[in-house]
T-cell receptor, first 114, second 115 residues
Framework: DTGVSQDPRHKITKRGQNVTFRCDPI?????LYWYRQTLGQGPEFLTY????????KSRLLSDRFSAERPKGSFSTLEIQRTEQGDSAMYLC????????????FGPGTRLTVT | AQTVTQSQPEMSVQEAETVTLSCTYD???????LFWYKQPPSRQMILVIR??????QNATENRFSVNFQKAAKSFSLKISDSQLGDTAMYFC????????????FGQGTTLQVKP
């Protein structure tokens, strides 16, 4: 078990560009969560999946954000037309339905929009 | 709406001493879960301890224990025999009901353990 992995770890992009992040959960986990964490703050929930179904999206997730989890394995989070306010750490976490009260977090992807 | 508040942005403690981090929350639900997560510098977040609201007994995990006061909606974390490796940001979190696993986090408390 290698834990939750995220790629890339760091991304610097120019305003207006599109970016995509990937999360690989722990293999037997069917739930996957995305959170956003700005500097010095706690993570904020963005969205979550159970298998391939996206079950909830936060109002923080504007139309420029889209997340997918094809085949219920890895997930991608895409931000279109990035803005400076999108600069943050994007965290992924996974859990299993049987142990939903224990989420395992990845190392995060730090996005800097210049 | 549920909220989680950590009123101590920064704290420090001498190695081997005990420190308590505070957390209050607001909810109208009767059954829920509360957590403390640790985020070391440049490292990923890990679960420290979990408390189920319907359990009156306070959770303990080795040097970590909680003081759960349901009526007061208070959930503090006590770290005994502090170690240098405990230096991290600590987040209190509340799990939204409905078995979604969705977490609401507080603002965090940065703890520095001094040698």
């Amino acid at each position: 078990d290698t834990g939750v992995s995220q790629d890339p770890r760091h991304k610097i992009t120019k305003r207006g560009q599109n970016v995509t992040f990937r999360c690989d959960p722990i293999s037997e986990h069917n739930r996957l969560y995305w959170y956003r964490q700005t500097l010095g703050q706690g993570p904020e929930f963005l969205t979550y999946f159970q298998n391939e179904a996206q079950l909830e999206k936060s109002r923080l997730l504007s139309d420029r954000f889209s997340a997918e989890r094809p085949k219920g394995s890895f997930s991608t989070l895409e931000i279109q037309r990035t803005e400076q306010g999108d600069s943050a750490m994007y965290l992924c976490a996974s859990s299993s339905t049987g142990t939903v009260h224990e989420q395992y977090f990845g190392p995060g992807t730090r996005l800097t929009v210049t | 709406a549920q909220t989680v508040t950590q009123s101590q942005p920064e704290m420090s403690v001498q190695e081997a001493e005990t420190v308590t981090l505070s957390c209050t929350y607001d909810t109208s639900e009767s059954n829920y879960y509360l957590f403390w997560y640790k985020q070391p510098p440049s490292r990923q977040m890990i679960l420290v301890i979990r408390q189920e609201a319907y359990k009156q007994q306070n959770a303990t995990e080795n040097r970590f224990s909680v003081n759960f006061q349901k009526a007061a909606k208070s959930f503090s974390l006590k770290i005994s025999d502090s170690q240098l490796g405990d230096t991290a940001m600590y987040f209190c979190a509340f799990e939204v009901s409905g078995n979604t696993g969705k977490l609401i986090f507080g603002q965090g408390t940065t703890l520095q353990v001094k040698p």
